[in-house]
């Protein structure tokens, strides 16, 4: 039986809640309600309130307790209900839970989930993709699945980590994509990068929901007489920069796509790396397709200008392609 | 420099009979209330002066009752949260002298192994958990411990000590309310000496007390003479006997003051002419050193023998801590992650 995005989420924690008494959970409505998504539809009534705690709104508490928690022993999985929340527990997140190993050897065991990512209509405060803020940040691991196998294999990963995981789940993909997935245990490492199709003549690294879109512009462009690599990069934090330069060392070519906007983002980070490691294989430009420096705008038309998309992929994939 | 140590027996009228419990409590604490008054001279008046010591220094001098009078109550299983101006929680837990020194003095020995300075510094295995600059942000994480406490079916509290500035935060408004909430079992400890940095109490909060939030959060409120170790403990005890009955969080707050400024490098000259005279009359140790003489729990010579002793072990300590190395470059990568 296919399993969404977002059930392969719900039975990743459910499974790691089964295995270990230390898991639990906690956020706002996540509890009763089953959350704003419904990923944790059903857990209270199984699992109880003293392991699905509905909090008050209060990220920073949330983050806050969870770090705590963690201390002592637990397995905390803290619910933000939108990424773009996830800026009221920020200082929690980086000043305290990220440094904590560094500074006086204190593991912080939490798992911070964080649904983010547009082409929901949610406006500026219901669709960002915050995720750089924190790859920025030293001693947090930042994961952003694509698949309901990695998803899955990542959130079980994250929870048995013994450093602090922002996990990056958007929301675009939670009903939209499904797939069969293992019965049985499995994880997905966190800092391991998927070639997710091999390709000769260019690759495409992305992450996140543009992996689809990645795909898409791969097949086109398949018609076209080109072969396209695409890499998922699944963990932003630490970053695999060796499969990246791998598949430039075989392709030559390495067009950046991310739906992040465009200042600071994995792109420019991925960019330099490539041009200290394997320079003198590049055969053109390293490009980039990203959002906009903008706020993420309401309005269909507006929305649909800010997101990259299939379209504006292969644009420049072409002009790569061919150049 | 343990509380093994530490403890001495109270005066015997007779050699037969018990020593008094409250005469060993005074011991106890003016034992940790000098060695915290004597390690944070020696740290800002000397190390810091010659140098020894290059990143900030910010000490609780005038408020060791605190520390001192809620820490002694502490079990294996509570855990504490201690603030910048709460030394002596570190010793009562039982930390090496020499490794406070080292920590101040940037070297491997220090509790952070040079990754941090000062009070910024904590041991999970002692339950002891480090501030981050942001003073208020260990109050949910306090919460958070607390919850995990309840949920593991053990009887420890969480000791979440903190400032008058930092009631101003919404992280500790954030964190006290989750915890009342849950009714988790937390004591907050308050500080309030008065002033954050510069900031007087008055642009502070518009409150007389900060024992006047609790109500907002359906939580008992205590103000305590913070310069009285006794009165300290006793609030303590009821603070517990609250938190570990189920009922939830308590606050204390415990009036103090500041006697000196809020580093090193700050002379406190905003603080009124006056000041530091009426509350140095208050002082936390002279007073307790009057109570022991005035019940004959000791002797001035008993009482001048414990500043004796503290010096040399502090001169010990400090000996330890200079040859203690520095950490080696090479470990600057280590440590982000588990797996480095």
């Not at chain 1, 053109?284 to 998309?309: H, M, W």
């Not at chain 2, 936390?284 to 005035?294: C, F, S």
């Amino acid at each position: 039986m296919s399993t969404t995005y977002l059930e392969a989420i719900r039975e990743g924690l459910w499974e790691e809640m089964e295995r270990d008494p230390n898991v639990f959970l906690l956020g706002e409505d996540i509890g009763v309600y089953g959350g704003a998504f419904k990923v944790t539809a059903g857990f209270i009534e199984h699992f109880g309130e003293k392991r699905v705690v509905d909090t008050p709104i209060s990220e920073a508490a949330i983050v806050g307790a969870a770090i705590g928690a963690g201390f002592m022993g637990l397995r905390p999985v803290a619910e933000m209900q939108f990424a773009d929340f996830i800026s009221c527990g920020f200082d929690q997140i980086v000043n305290f839970a990220a440094k904590c190993r560094y500074r006086w050897n204190a593991p912080v065991p939490i798992v911070v989930r964080a649904p983010s990512g547009g082409g929901i209509h949610g406006g500026p405060y219901h669709s960002q993709n915050p995720e750089m803020w924190f790859v920025k940040t030293p001693g947090l691991k930042v994961v952003a699945p694509s698949t309901a196998y990695d998803a899955k294999g990542l959130i079980k990963s994250a929870i048995r980590d013994n450093d602090p995981v922002i996990f990056f789940e958007h929301k675009g993909l939670y009903r939209r994509i499904k797939e069969d997935l293992p019965t049985g245990d499995y994880t997905v490492p966190i800092g391991k990068a998927k070639v997710v199709r091999e390709g000769t003549d260019l690759s495409i690294v992305t992450y996140g929901a543009m992996v689809w879109v990645a795909l898409e512009v791969a097949d086109k462009l398949a018609e076209e007489g080109a072969s396209v690599e695409v890499v998922d990069l699944r963990t932003l934090l630490p970053l695999d920069r060796e499969t990246v330069c791998e598949s430039v060392k075989k392709t030559s070519k390495v067009l950046m796509v991310h739906e992040d906007t465009r200042t600071a983002g994995m792109a420019g980070e991925l960019a330099i790396s490539i041009t200290e490691t394997v320079f003198e294989y590049l055969d053109g430009p390293i490009l980039r397709v990203t959002a906009p420096d903008t706020p993420v705008p309401y309005s269909p038309p507006l929305e649909d200008a800010f997101l990259p998309n299939a379209d504006k992929v292969i644009e420049k994939a072409r002009w790569l392609w061919k150049y | 420099m343990s509380a093994v140590h530490a403890t001495r027996p109270g005066k015997r009228t007779k050699d037969t009979e018990a020593p008094d419990p409250q005469a060993e409590l005074a011991h106890k604490c003016l034992y940790y209330m000098t060695l915290m008054r004597e390690v944070e001279d020696r740290i800002e008046r000397k190390l810091y002066r010659q140098g020894k010591i290059v990143g900030g220094v910010y000490v609780g001098r005038g408020q060791e009752a605190i520390p001192v009078g809620t820490a002694l109550l502490a079990g294996p299983d509570d855990v504490l949260f201690p603030c910048h101006r709460d030394m002596a929680v570190f010793f009562i837990r039982g930390v090496p002298l020499g490794r406070i020194f080292a920590q101040y003095m940037g070297r491997v020995d220090g509790l952070t192994r040079g990754r941090e300075g000062n009070m910024h510094m904590g041991d999970l295995k002692l339950n002891l958990v480090s501030i981050v600059s942001a003073l208020a942000a260990t109050v949910p994480v306090a919460a958070g411990a607390a919850m995990a406490l309840r949920y593991q079916g053990k009887d420890g509290v969480a000791f979440s000590y903190f400032g008058d500035g930092s009631t101003s935060r919404g992280d500790w408004h954030e964190g006290v309310n989750l915890a009342t909430v849950q009714k988790a079992p937390v004591i907050f400890i308050c500080n309030n000496n008065q002033y954050a940095y510069s900031t007087p109490l008055n642009l502070q909060m518009a409150c007389a007390n900060v024992a006047d939030r609790g109500p907002a959060y359906n939580m008992p409120a205590e103000i305590v003479d913070g310069n009285d170790v006794f009165a300290v403990y006793e609030a303590t005890k009821r603070a517990l006997d609250h938190a570990r009955s189920g009922k939830g969080p308590y606050l204390l707050e415990c009036k103090t003051f500041r006697m000196t400024g809020h580093s090193a490098h700050d002379a406190a000259h905003y603080v009124p002419a006056g000041m530091f005279d009426e509350w140095g009359k208050l002082d936390p140790i002279v007073r307790l050193q009057a109570r022991m003489l005035e019940n004959g729990w000791a002797t001035q010579e008993e009482l001048d023998a414990v500043r004796a002793r503290i010096r040399q072990e502090i001169d010990e300590a400090v000996a330890w801590a200079e040859k203690s190395p520095y950490p080696d470059p090479s470990t600057l990568l280590e440590d982000v992650y588990e797996s480095q």
